[in-house]
């Protein structure tokens, strides 16, 4: 006579059942049931996975962090030619004998002016545009390198209108941009791109198309830059007026760690100043 309750003989029926579908070939709280150690490899082996079959997915970028060296030699050339006094903008007063000569240089303003690019193999444009804003006579920032087919967008966050054009009629024509209004545009290729005003002098400023460009950032006062990038070499170089500037150093970036710092600085004042066009 058996004397098996009715549950008892359902549990020994249910473990004489073969498995079927998923159970068969095991979720992962059967995995680590039978192979003992299993369930964070089951884990890493379906995180593997989902990222494998997500169109499009590509390594997380880390930020590197570096210095930029040689800031004071780079001169300004808006500021040098109002100085002159046949230009009729403005002129010093006498030289103070307790400030010294050097913080009387009128060199470039590196958190805006100063553009260190990251070069790769091939760059590719944001899906969003880079932005330059027209405030207070001068553009933010004043040069920016980015990949070909890039967009920029203008904004003019004055109280009256502007009128940017870039010189040698590249494409860029001098359509006036409201108070409080943005105009888009896209370079045609590869180059350099001077940018000025026909209402304001002082606006002047420059877009370099660099096929390579991947990433860029702008320094602090005192030189430190960071920015965001996938794991790769590249090589850093620093812009100023549209112009490379001083020499470029090659940066490794490693997939981790997460922040990694560029033990070489990159001198951008190396040559003495920058290119010979600065000053024209």
């Not at 990251?118 to 920032?141: F, H, M, N, Q, W």
């Not at 967008?153 to 943005?182: S, W």
């Not at 007026?241 to 951008?268: C, H, L, R």
Request: aromatic letters at 6%; a positive charge; proline letters at 10%.
């Amino acid at each position: 006579m058996d004397t098996r309750s009715p549950r008892s003989a359902g549990a020994q029926h249910d473990e004489q059942r073969p498995l079927v579908g998923a159970a068969r070939f095991g979720s992962s709280g059967l995995l680590a049931r039978r192979l003992p150690g299993s369930s964070r490899f089951v884990r890493r082996l379906a995180l593997t996975l989902a990222i494998l079959t997500v169109p499009g997915a590509a390594l997380a970028a880390v930020t590197i962090k570096g210095r930029a060296t040689g800031m004071p030699k780079l001169l300004n050339p808006v500021w040098n030619e109002a100085k002159d006094p046949k230009a009729n903008r403005y002129t010093f007063r006498e030289p103070s004998p307790t400030v010294r000569a050097d913080v009387r240089a009128l060199f470039g303003y590196a958190p805006k002016e100063l553009c260190i690019a990251a070069l790769g193999e091939k760059g590719a444009p944001l899906k969003t545009p880079r932005s330059i804003v027209i405030a207070g006579g001068r553009t933010s920032p004043v040069t920016i390198v980015v990949a070909e087919g890039q967009q920029i967008q203008f904004e003019n966050q004055d109280p009256f209108p502007h009128k940017i054009y870039d010189v040698g009629n590249k494409g860029l024509q001098p359509v006036e941009i409201a108070a409080a209004k943005t105009r888009a545009w896209t370079p045609p290729g590869p180059g350099k791109y001077e940018l000025r005003d026909q209402l304001a002098p002082s606006v002047r400023s420059w877009i370099v198309v660099e096929p390579r460009a991947v990433a860029v950032a702008y320094p602090d006062r005192q030189g430190n830059f960071a920015m965001e990038i996938e794991a790769g070499t590249y090589t850093l170089q620093g812009y100023f007026n549209g112009e490379p500037v001083g020499k470029a150093i090659e940066a490794i970036v490693k997939p981790g760690p997460d922040e990694q710092f560029i033990k070489e600085p990159v001198v951008v004042g190396e040559a003495g100043g920058p290119s010979a066009e600065a000053g024209k």
